[in-house]
């Protein structure tokens, strides 16, 4: 797993002053075991991709060669699992500019495929602990989200559960 690509993505995002950053993410072999025959979650894929697809600034595309009925089941596993998936192969947020023309590849910050090396048995743990590390995701309260104060004393926020500071790549 590329973890530069997780924190260039949100650095960039607050140089850019972008609102939203995009995860591109592949269904079999990635986040659901490889069977075709039944949707299997990858152990702790569940958890990762509910945090990622429920915040406000991340969107998850899901990137799929899977035909229609097995895209429809799975969207009905993602949907039982609350994980929000914004969009099927393809970006509608974001319109061609002067130097970029996303009609014929959609445009993402992250990709995590297996065909890109992503390891589900290991990576999706590696993608949790750089949401910590990055200081997104709380390790002190069952929903990760931090709960963001001041203290009187200092000047920068802190979480109230874990007392992270808060990065700047998360003020909304």
Request: charged share 25%.
């Amino acid at each position: 797993m590329n973890l530069f690509n997780i924190q260039k993505s949100l650095e960039t995002k607050v140089e850019r002053n972008w609102s939203v950053i995009y995860w591109a993410i592949d269904a079999h072999g990635t986040m659901f075991l490889p069977y075709h025959t039944h949707l299997e979650f990858y152990p702790r894929a569940v958890e990762v991709l509910r945090f990622i697809s429920q915040r406000d600034d991340m969107k998850v595309i899901l990137w799929t060669s899977s035909h229609a009925p097995e895209i429809r089941d799975m969207m009905k596993m993602f949907a039982l699992s609350e994980i929000k998936i914004s969009i099927v192969n393809d970006n509608p947020f974001e319109a061609n500019t002067e130097r970029a023309n996303f009609s014929e590849k959609f445009y993402f910050n992250i990709l995590i495929d297996d065909k890109c090396g992503f390891d589900p048995l290991v990576d999706w743990d590696v993608v949790k602990g750089e949401l910590i590390r990055l200081g997104l995701w709380c390790k002190n309260r069952a929903d990760h989200n931090h709960i963001w104060g001041i203290d009187g004393v200092h000047s920068n926020q802190y979480c109230k559960a874990c007392y992270t500071s808060r990065p700047k790549w998360d003020r909304l």
